[in-house]
């Protein structure tokens, strides 16, 4: 009598080929059947009956239906009956983790989310891979780690466990890696003058530091508005997103100067369009002084009106003749943009006013066309 064996086949062998044999941690193919609540049932082939719990997925089951194909991972296989165990997470899981051995060899940074704290340091999960952050190499070292949950990072990993699928990395090597690149790029390319949206990392009494790229320059609290600013805090937060230009640069120490003050609301600019020398004005008082008088010409640029020329006579003390909020005639004498200075005279407005212009005159014509008959034609009179 012949048997199978003696014609050459081998029931076994023919069996896994036609069930098509699975093993655990096979990725393959293939297509829901159906959507449970607990769990969703895969078509994998006509000899295993599929099935992935909703733990294992990395969907939200409103996200799927009937009829797509997902790429899955085998878990486990229950002979038995057919059954397998599959997981969506183990493909990201693997994918996540060959990425990180690339990133090793090629010493490259990845970014991950910051999903445990622990008293040693932090969890940052990369593509479903846990990667240890020791506290050590966290930015700052030894920060407050649980205040990083949730929060996204970069990180440089230097070491991964094959048998565990696990990693360890470092935070602070990330970025410090990451801004010595970009420090180097802003070099080669920043001019005085360019504009960046910078954000602001930290205000100190005598400016703010914004981080412009990668790199942190200065704004200095006089260059944060036209008029004098008491507290930084009333302009910026930490953690603004503000609009500064570049005012000047010092590669060799690695400084850089900003400005956040626009051109466009330079005072100096309205008053020179409004204003110019030998104007008579009425401005008001500001501030007293025993040597003078500062008085206001327009938002942001004060006048000095010096005690010599506050009156035709002599006064010892002006606060004893001006009250601050009074408004006085004067005349400008001097607007000076470079060193940001005007100076005016009330006595020369007083000089020069028909007023008294005709107390001096020998009669009733207008002063203006009166000339004295001892100046000479081609000098003005006195």
Sequence with gaps: MTTVEDQGFNFSE????????????????????????????????????????????????????????????VVKIHDADGLVELSRKRIVNQSGFNE?????????????LVTAALDAGVFVVYKGVKVFIHNSQTDPPYTNTRALIGTEVPFK?????ERRRSAKGSIRIAKL??????????????????????????????????????????????????????QIESFFNVGDKILVRVKSLDPEHGRISLIYKKDEDNPWVKAESQFKEGDTVEVPILLIKN???????????????????????????????????????????????????????????QEGSPAESAENSTDSTDPQDQKDENTPENEPAC
């Design 177 to 230: 890696e990451k801004k010595t690149a970009a420090t180097q790029v802003l070099w080669q390319t920043i001019e005085v003058g360019q504009q960046y949206e910078g954000i602001v990392k930290s205000l100190v009494s005598f400016g703010a530091f914004v981080d412009i790229g990668g790199v942190d320059g200065l704004v200095h609290i006089s260059d944060i508005a036209w008029k004098k600013v008491q």
């Design 100 to 112: 990180i051995k690339e990133a090793v060899a090629a010493g490259t940074i990845l970014t991950g």
């Design 291 to 349: 040597f003078g008088v500062f008085v206001g010409i327009v938002p942001g640029i004060d006048g000095f009106i010096h005690i010599s020329e506050l009156s035709t006579e002599f006064i010892q003390a002006p606060a004893k003749i001006f009250n601050v909020g009074d408004i006085v005639k004067a005349k400008i004498l001097e607007m000076n943009k470079e060193k940001q200075r005007i100076k005016l005279s009330v006595k020369a407005a």
């Design 157 to 161: 990993s230097s070491f991964v466990d």
């Design 14 to 73: 023919e069996l896994d080929k036609s069930f098509g044999k699975l093993r655990v941690g096979d990725q393959i193919t293939g297509v829901i059947t159906g959507i449970a609540q607990s769990e969703v049932q895969v078509d994998i082939g006509p000899q295993y009956a599929g099935y992935i719990a909703v733990s294992e997925l990395i969907e939200q089951l409103d996200a799927i239906k009937v009829g797509d194909e997902l790429e899955v991972a």
